[in-house]
């Protein structure tokens, strides 16, 4: 089964508008972390946003929150008020177990894409 | 404090030569992980080093190649004889000794394979 799941490849949203790309996620680890990053087309990986699994509240990070769903495994990414600046790819990632010695997981993916 | 630093950002290379990619920690970082990322796909883990150890090689492919953080000088990740399969983008991440809640990406080195 896949770790990370990523239903959308491509997204649209018009500039200032609010969006909302899906993550789903799959482990039995109990202890895990989730991140979202951006890669522009210039190719970086741009660390956006963490949630660790035992935090209580979504995490938010400015215009970016975490749509934290546990019972459901999800953990979507809102971005608010949308900037033309914010098309570029997005992953959602996950890392199973504690500290640094643990890979990290991949989606496929969202391309997202404002529209002026 | 810098970055990541990788380099070069682009590599090409013909079949059969031998790639070197280099990954140059945060400062303070012990912990380096590679990644790829084929094209149109998301990054794939590879291997997890610390300083002069291979602490997880789970996905790295098993023949052609390898990698190393020696004590001193960067991470370098070695493709011997490379093939047109091997053309992806190569990200490298470190993270410190105390913290597990980020790895920190470099800008990644495209590898061209002709």
């Known amino acids: 089964a896949q770790k990370i799941t990523q239903t959308q490849p491509g997204m649209f949203v018009q500039e200032k508008e609010a969006v909302t790309l899906d993550c789903t996620y799959d482990?039995?680890?109990?202890?895990?972390?989730l991140f979202w990053y951006k890669q522009p087309s210039s190719g970086e990986m741009i660390f956006l946003i963490y949630?660790?699994?035992?935090?209580?509240q979504n995490a938010t990070e400015g215009r970016y929150s975490l749509n934290f769903q546990k019972a459901r495994k999800s953990a979507n990414l809102v971005i608010s008020a949308s900037q033309l600046g914010d098309s570029a790819m997005y992953f959602c990632a996950m890392r199973e177990g504690r500290g640094t010695g643990n890979q990290f997981y991949f989606g496929t993916g969202t391309s997202l894409t404002v529209i002026p | 404090n810098a970055g990541v630093m990788q380099n070069p950002r682009h590599l090409v290379r013909r079949r059969g030569q031998e790639a070197r990619l280099r990954c140059s920690p945060m400062k303070g970082h012990s912990h380096v992980y590679w990644y790829r990322q084929l094209p149109e796909e998301g990054l794939k883990f590879m291997v997890y080093?610390?300083?002069?150890?291979?602490?997880?090689e789970s996905g790295m492919p098993k023949e052609r190649f390898s990698a190393e953080f020696p004590k001193e000088g960067p991470s370098i990740l070695r493709i011997q004889q490379v093939v047109r399969g091997d053309s992806a983008a190569y990200f490298c991440?470190?993270?410190?000794?105390?913290?597990?809640?980020?790895?920190?990406f470099g800008p990644g080195t495209r590898l061209t394979v002709l």
């Open positions: 482990t039995s680890d109990p202890s895990y972390g």
């Open positions: 991440a470190s993270s410190p000794r105390d913290r597990g809640n980020e790895q920190f």
């Open positions: 949630q660790g699994s035992y935090d209580q």
């Open positions: 080093l610390q300083k002069e150890n291979i602490i997880d």
